[in-house]
């Protein structure tokens, strides 16, 4: 079952490289958004760095919001979910794995580029290490969450921009206490809270959001 | 539906009550039978309480006559909550049973709820004003029903995005599903977090701590507001019903 699960994650990393450059957009959304604001609000380096973790934690959730498509719609469209349903492997693993095959093509990108941003917001250097960790525990929720969103806008109408407005508010938790972790690690407080919180959500969102997709994935296909 | 698989249903003691309710005839019976009652009683509840809270009604020490904002804040906002709920309810039975009702009364409920949120966040925000000198913070509880009024807002959008109204009557269940994680972020966001809206004093498990004559106007407009909710939703499932039926007569048609 495990084999079956890698197998998933493998064909859509495959996937995702032979067509190459869809990946690469949503990476390079992440850092033009960024870019726009020190060019609307000014380039006064104390209100970016009062600023900096907020936008890159949106501009994170709007590029992964952007991704969602990748990650049911082709299956979808070409009749391999279908097939997926039909295998002997409970669904829900499935989903796991397709949600873990997304993360690693959209997340894991975008908190690579990620200090770079920090250092065009010009951060200062105390919140790297908590933005970078922030990151890595909240980037796997968006993905779950997503997958839920994705999941169940197959075959609606305008299903990209009815994606974000069922998505986007269940993304605030998760940018609220993003962000505060960093500001309490630029204010020199305990940090712990806040990622303590974000973890919560994480092993929150891996049962929940799992049976949520599955459960909208077999209405999709009925 | 015959009268021998009526007496079957009525009769079969495997068949759980709520069942017997799923008949959308029967809906329809109680349903007429309801509607002039919590009709009645909304308007009375809704009168009594207004009165009571305009004219009887102590001003408070503190706020003066703004305190009087809140007989229609407060009720308001625990029907934003209690008709998410009810959806929330109502979407289980109808993924878990396929109660074939459910959904349609999840359906009703949406707008109703929608508009007692905006009715909250628009009186809050009338309150706001004059008691904390701005029309809007960034404070939890007043975030987390926001968040409560985009729910709604999604699940309606969901709802009518699909070409066939059974799927999106699935679909937007498993949303309020999803949504209900919310419900207890708006119960408890003012004890857990230190936030500038008051924490409840009502709904305390000791003695509320609102003086009876502020109670009772409070508790009229309450099930005032609850009875209203009743009639309208009986009301938009009674033309959800109609509309499916019309729905049906128009395919036949079509199919000659």
Redesign the interface.
Known sequence: MMRVCGQIVLRDLRLALRQGFDAFIVLMFFVITVTLFPLGVGSEPNLLARMGPGVIWVAALLSTMLSLDRLFQHDYEDGSLELLLLSPVPLELLVLAKVAAHWLLTGLPLIIVTPLLAVFMNMPVEGYGVLLLSMLLGTPVSSFIGA?GGA??L?????GV?VS??I???Y??LLIFGVSAIDAAIGGLSVRPHLLILGAMLVAAIP??TW?AS??LR??C? | MPEILRAKIDGNPYILPMFRFANPNRFLRIGKGIMPWSAGLSILCIGVGLYLALFVSPPDYQQKETVRIMYVHVPSAWMALFIYSSMVISSAMALIWKHPLADLIAKASAPVGTGFTIICLATGSLWGKPMWGTWWVWDARLTSVLILFFLYLGYIALNNAFDDPARGAKASAVLALVGAVNLPIIKFSVDWWNTLHQPASVTRLDVPAVHSSMLWPLLLMAFGFTFFYVTILVLRVRSEIAAAKIRNIQLAEARG
């Open positions: 839920v169940l806008t075959g609606a109408r305008r299903g009815l407005l069922l986007l508010p269940l605030i938790p929940l959001a949520a459960a909208s209405q999709a009925e």
